[in-house]
């Protein structure tokens, strides 16, 4: 049970800041239209924030308790 409520809180993390990053972020792309064609790495490199910052923080305050 522990791991489906983390793997909840997981989705719920990705998602919301995911969403509260691209809404800051996707104006920036659609200044000008050279730059909307690459909106695409900005979405990915939030993504890639939000995995780092799970690895690093945030996996040690969940429900889930592991070996180590």
């Given at each position: 049970?522990?791991?489906?409520?983390?793997?909840?809180?997981?989705?719920?993390?990705?998602?919301?800041l995911g969403n509260l990053g691209w809404a800051i972020l996707g104006d920036l792309y659609t200044i000008n239209e050279a730059t909307e064609g690459y909106s695409w790495l900005g979405a990915l490199a939030i993504l890639v924030l939000l995995f780092v910052l799970y690895r690093n923080k945030l996996q040690f305050s969940g429900w889930y308790q592991g070996d180590g």
């Open positions: 049970m522990r791991t489906l409520l983390e793997l909840l809180r997981i989705i719920i993390i990705f998602v919301l």
